[in-house]
């Protein structure tokens, strides 16, 4: 088939576009050498290299001779080809790195090139950011409060042992007054508050429980939801009356003052008790002044029997012959006991006042003893007027002759023991120091002169 020179012009061309595209991917063996040789003088450019990138320079217009011999008109060099392995090499070496972000480098950019907004006050997070700490901080001083850090210091610390009772059904309100008015604890509403945290409020058990001033709201509770009730233990000083029993069982929280009183003047278990209607208390002198110790369930009516019952053992049967010796009644020598317990304190001195006033009885004398005009004070004096040995009453000993109606305290045994063993001396008058110390006297100058020096 002939073809022209213009179609050989244009085949060849194709051949060597096809070619060039091939190249980077066909490996033409030594046969198409020749050929390859032949399209030398095409001047191919070569192809770049792998990572630099592809400068496009304008080639120079290739002259081409036409058929008829005339010039053609200069083509643009065309794109030096580019394989699709060296293009994607390329844009990869212009990526950025993974790590990097450039929308977000973008955004902080764009955000740091605005201009800067004024103050308009604390944004809406970062208020409630400072409201939520706020509740945090206020929760937890609460809740440091509530849980024991804020029991008031007490206002009264004693640990002199006292005693309460809390009876059978008592509401755990009515025992924290109690507490607090006792001055056991020192605020009813922290006791309430630690009670039903520990989660016993229901557990508090009746009793007699021994406490003292000052406590722990947590020591106290321990002892109620436990049960640890106590023996009552109790003691009754030498020369006391019954006035001051009552004060001080009440002040120990055993029982009621009111309850003691009564039950003592309904007590009806000694028989040689005088009876008189100047006595107030007919057991008045009769409860022995000793240490008890009693269930914690002891009622006022127990305490004066057991004190009662003690009084009757300690008067001995050599007591009770010595009364008779001296012509006295069991009541009249307990009466004698009850003046010689409060005229002396020290033990030698008790043999000789017991002689004394017996001595006074024998001779029919006043026993003028001033511990029975104390009796009938309101409060004890240090001296006594002219006028305080006027008052009217049968226990008035410096008016009224022989012994009083009746005893004015309880006396221990040590002055029972005098009542029954006098001293042999034949006193009628004696006087007391300011610190105690007895002088005695036969007659009544030398007695008046001691008075003067001692008084």
Same mark, same amino acid.
């Given at each position: 088939?002939?073809?022209?020179?213009?179609?050989?012009?244009?085949?060849?061309?194709?051949?060597?576009?096809?070619?060039?595209?091939?190249?980077?991917?066909?490996?033409?063996?030594?046969?198409?050498?020749?050929?390859?040789?032949?399209?030398?003088?095409?001047?191919?450019?070569?192809?770049?290299?792998?990572?630099?990138?592809?400068?496009?320079?304008?080639?120079?217009?290739?002259?081409?001779?036409?058929?008829?011999?005339?010039?053609?008109?200069?083509?643009?060099?065309?794109?030096?080809?580019?394989?699709?392995?060296?293009?994607?090499?390329?844009?990869?070496?212009?990526?950025?790195?993974?790590?990097?972000?450039?929308?977000?480098?973008?955004?902080?950019?764009?955000?740091?090139?605005?201009?800067?907004?004024?103050?308009?006050?604390?944004?809406?997070?970062?208020?409630?950011?400072?409201?939520?700490?706020?509740?945090?901080?206020?929760?937890?001083?609460?809740?440091?409060?509530?849980?024991?850090?804020?029991?008031?210091?007490?206002?009264?610390?004693? #640990?002199?042992?006292?005693?309460?009772?809390?009876?059978?059904?008592?509401?755990?309100?009515?025992?924290?007054?109690?507490?607090?008015?006792?001055?056991?604890?020192?605020?009813?509403?922290?006791?309430?508050?630690?009670?039903?945290?520990?989660?016993?409020?229901?557990?508090?058990?009746?009793?007699?429980?021994?406490?003292?001033?000052?406590?722990?709201?947590?020591?106290?509770?321990?002892?109620?939801?436990?049960?640890?009730?106590?023996?009552?233990?109790?003691?009754?000083?030498?020369?006391?009356?019954?006035?001051?029993?009552?004060?001080?069982?009440?002040?120990?929280?055993?029982?009621?003052?009111? /309850?003691?009183?009564?039950?003592?003047?309904?007590?009806?278990?000694?028989?040689?008790?005088?009876?008189?209607?100047?006595?107030?208390?007919?057991?008045?002198?009769?409860?022995?002044? /000793?240490?008890?110790?009693?269930?914690?369930?002891?009622?006022?009516?127990?305490?004066?029997?057991?004190?009662?019952?003690?009084?009757?053992?300690?008067?001995?049967?050599?007591?009770?012959?010595?009364?008779?010796?001296?012509?006295?009644?069991?009541?009249?020598?307990?009466?004698?006991?009850?003046?010689?317990?409060?005229?002396?304190?020290? #033990?030698?001195?008790?043999?000789?006042?017991?002689?004394?006033?017996?001595?006074?009885?024998?001779?029919?004398?006043?026993?003028?003893?001033?511990?029975?005009?104390?009796?009938?004070?309101?409060?004890?004096?240090?001296?006594?007027?002219?006028?305080?040995?006027?008052?009217?009453?049968?226990?008035?000993?410096?008016?009224?002759?022989?012994?009083?109606?009746?005893?004015?305290?309880?006396?221990?045994?040590?002055?029972?023991?005098?009542?029954?063993?006098?001293?042999?001396?034949?006193?009628?008058?004696?006087?007391?120091?300011?610190?105690?110390?007895?002088?005695?006297?036969?007659?009544?100058?030398?007695?008046?002169?001691?008075?003067?020096?001692?008084?």
């Amino acid at each position: 088939m002939a073809v022209d020179n213009k179609s050989t012009e244009t085949k060849e061309e194709v051949v060597s576009f096809f070619r060039r595209a091939l190249g980077e991917v066909v490996d033409f063996t030594e046969e198409s050498a020749g050929s390859r040789k032949a399209g030398e003088k095409q001047s191919l450019p070569k192809p770049p290299e792998p990572v630099k990138p592809v400068e496009e320079k304008k080639p120079e217009p290739e002259k081409n001779i036409a058929r008829d011999k005339e010039p053609e008109p200069v083509k643009p060099a065309e794109r030096p080809f580019v394989s699709r392995r060296e293009r994607k090499a390329a844009k990869m070496a212009q990526m950025p790195e993974p790590k990097q972000r450039p929308e977000r480098d973008a955004s902080r950019k764009a955000a740091a090139a605005r201009p800067e907004k004024k103050d308009k006050g604390e944004s809406p997070f970062r208020r409630k950011l400072i409201a939520i700490a706020a509740i945090v901080c206020i929760s937890v001083v609460t809740a440091c409060a509530f849980l024991g850090g804020g029991e008031p210091e007490p206002k009264v610390v004693d #640990d002199t042992s006292i005693y309460i009772r809390i009876p059978l059904g008592m509401g755990a309100g009515n025992i924290a007054e109690l507490l607090e008015e006792q001055q056991i604890i020192s605020s009813r509403t922290y006791f309430l508050k630690r009670l039903r945290q520990s989660g016993r409020d229901g557990d508090v058990q009746s009793g007699t429980y021994k406490v003292h001033k000052g406590m722990k709201s947590d020591e106290v509770i321990d002892i109620l939801v436990n049960g640890r009730v106590a023996a009552i233990r109790f003691t009754i000083p030498e020369g006391y009356n019954l006035n001051e029993m009552a004060k001080r069982l009440e002040k120990e929280g055993i029982c009621k003052g009111a /309850d003691f009183l009564k039950a003592a003047k309904e007590y009806k278990g000694l028989a040689y008790v005088g009876v008189s209607p100047a006595i107030e208390n007919p057991m008045e002198g009769y409860l022995f002044p /000793d240490t008890y110790e009693v269930p914690s369930d002891a009622t006022a009516k127990d305490i004066v029997k057991l004190m009662a019952k003690t009084f009757d053992e300690q008067l001995t049967d050599d007591m009770r012959e010595a009364a008779a010796k001296y012509d006295l009644s069991i009541h009249e020598f307990v009466t004698l006991a009850s003046l010689i317990e409060k005229e002396v304190m020290d #033990d030698d001195d008790r043999p000789k006042v017991a002689q004394v006033f017996l001595k006074r009885l024998e001779v029919e004398m006043p026993i003028q003893s001033c511990a029975t005009i104390q009796y009938l004070l309101k409060e004890p004096k240090e001296d006594l007027t002219f006028e305080d040995l006027k008052i009217d009453s049968p226990y008035n000993t410096y008016e009224n002759p022989g012994l009083p109606p009746g005893p004015i305290a309880s006396p221990g045994e040590k002055a029972l023991e005098a009542a029954a063993h006098p001293s042999a001396t034949n006193y009628l008058y004696f006087v007391a120091d300011r610190k105690g110390k007895t002088y005695y006297s036969e007659t009544f100058d030398e007695h008046m002169e001691k008075v003067e020096k001692y008084r």
